[in-house]
């Protein structure tokens, strides 16, 4: 192996332990759930997730698989994305 190949690998490996270097813009994943299988998903228009909860705004443009995604995800989402303390409370009452 070159050296820039072993100068590359090092580099990947500090990266790999700063994760606040990456801001996902968007992304789509399934989600499963305690029932069923979701599609989350982050657009330029916000999160989405194909459960009843979200889909009838219950808790507002939240459900319990978008907040743990923010949870999972943390500070490697964009601001806009973040999770909303809000959306939180309206949910727990
Ligand atoms: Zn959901």
Same mark, same amino acid.
Do not use: D, K, W
């Given at each position: 192996m070159n050296s820039s190949m072993i100068g590359k690998i090092e580099k990947a490996h500090?990266?790999?332990? %700063? @994760?606040?270097?990456?801001?996902? %813009?968007s992304f789509k994943a399934s989600f499963q759930g305690g029932h069923d299988s979701y599609t989350v998903e982050l657009t330029d228009a916000g999160w989405?997730?194909?459960?009843?909860?979200?889909?009838?705004?219950?808790?507002?443009?939240?459900c319990a698989h978008?907040?743990?995604?923010?949870?999972i995800l943390?500070?490697?989402? @964009?601001d806009r994305a973040r999770y909303d303390e809000q959306a939180t409370e309206a949910l727990v009452g």
């Open positions: 500090r990266y790999a332990r %700063e @994760p606040e270097r990456i801001s996902f %813009e989405n997730c194909s459960c009843h909860t979200f889909e009838a705004h219950l808790v507002g443009s939240t978008v907040m743990a995604m923010q949870q943390g500070g490697m989402l @964009p």
